[in-house]
């Protein structure tokens, strides 16, 4: 009998052992960052999870509409007004020219150009701070749109007005 116990117990020990031995592990590493604005002046997106991704613009098979993108931005500025301008003219491209789908851009209801900044928010806007649409639409090109993979970049530089 103690023959038996004795058995019974070394085998319960080696089966957690190799239990132990042949367990599954799993391990998981991310990068985790934060960005802390300047409480003076910031110009930032409400929800951080798509600024760094394709956008991609709804295509509408049944009315062949191209639809846009609209997102909000947390804007505030302490001393002056805030002018907001395009680093390159906004466009979708499947690499052929002619065939160019062209976007509006307009933040806070004012289009935006890439020649020449223009103010989106006034003095007291900015001092007061605020949520902003950021909008972009796409230009139906003459032709019409063309099938096709297309490609872009929406290039934004927010300054703070000189006061």
């Not at 956008?55 to 505030?76: A, C, E, M, Y």
């Not at 160019?100 to 851009?105: A, D």
């Not at 223009?118 to 749109?145: F, M, N």
Request: hydrophobic share 40%.
């Amino acid at each position: 009998m103690i023959k038996q116990s004795f058995i019974a117990v070394c085998a319960g020990v080696l089966t957690l052992f190799s239990a132990a031995l042949f367990a599954a592990r799993e391990v998981h590493r991310f990068q985790v960052s934060v960005d802390i604005p300047t409480l003076g002046f910031y110009v930032i997106p409400a929800e951080t999870d798509w600024i760094h991704r394709a956008q991609i613009l709804p295509w509408n098979v049944s009315t062949k509409t191209l639809g846009g993108v609209r997102k909000h931005f947390d804007v505030r500025h302490d001393t002056s007004a805030i002018e907001a301008r395009l680093g390159s003219e906004p466009y979708l491209s499947n690499g052929r020219n002619e065939q160019n789908i062209y976007l509006r851009v307009s933040f806070a209801d004012t289009v935006l150009t890439h020649a020449t900044p223009r103010q989106v928010l006034s003095a007291e806007q900015a001092r007061a701070g605020g949520r902003y649409v950021l909008d972009i639409q796409p230009i139906v090109p003459a032709g019409g749109y063309k099938s096709g993979n297309y490609y872009g970049n929406v290039h934004l530089i927010f300054n703070a007005a000189a006061p």
